[in-house]
C-alpha cells in the first residue's frame, strides 16, 4: 500500500526557512513525479513545485514560489524535500505531497496525482 507522508510543517516568521520532507513508502519505481500543494482556507488546492525521480531531475515552480522556494529528492531515502526560503505570510496553507506514477511529464495540475499525504500545516507571520 502506498504511503505518503508530510512534516516539517509548523509556524515561522517571515523570511525565516522551512524545510518540509514527505516520506514514501510503498512503492518504489525508477521514475515518477513528486510535487507539493497547498490550500489556503477558501482556496482552491494549487500546484507549487513538482520534480521527476528518475532521469534529469527536471523540475517545474509555480510564479508564485519561483525562486524562493526549492524541491528535491533523495532516492535513497524514498523523500521529497521543500525548501522553503523567504517565506510570506502569503504562503500560510495547507501543504501535501503527492505522487504521480503514470510516468508522463511531471505537471502542477492536480488531475494526474493518485496518491496524497494528509497535510502538514504551514503559517508565516508577518
Known amino acids: 500500500q502506498v504511503q505518503l507522508m508530510e512534516s516539517g510543517g509548523g509556524s515561522v516568521q517571515a523570511g525565516k526557512s522551512l524545510r518540509l520532507s514527505c516520506s514514501t513508502s510503498?512503492?518504489?519505481?525508477?521514475?515518477?513525479?513528486m510535487a507539493w500543494f497547498r490550500q489556503a482556507p477558501g482556496k482552491e488546492r494549487e500546484g507549487i513545485a513538482a520534480?521527476?525521480?528518475?532521469?534529469?531531475?527536471?523540475?517545474k515552480y509555480a510564479d508564485s514560489v519561483k525562486e524562493r522556494f526549492t524541491i528535491s529528492h533523495d532516492r535513497r531515502a524514498g523523500a521529497t524535500y521543500l525548501n522553503m526560503n523567504r517565506p510570506e505570510p502569503e504562503d500560510t496553507a495547507m501543504y501535501y505531497c503527492?505522487?504521480?506514477?503514470?510516468?508522463?511529464?511531471?505537471?502542477?495540475?492536480?488531475?494526474?496525482?493518485?496518491?496524497w499525504g494528509q497535510g502538514t500545516q504551514v503559517t508565516v507571520s508577518s
Open positions: 510503498g512503492y518504489t519505481p525508477s521514475s515518477v513525479c
Open positions: 503527492a505522487l504521480d506514477t503514470s510516468g508522463g511529464v511531471c505537471s502542477l495540475g492536480r488531475g494526474v496525482y493518485n496518491y
Open positions: 520534480i521527476e525521480t528518475g532521469g534529469r531531475r527536471s523540475t
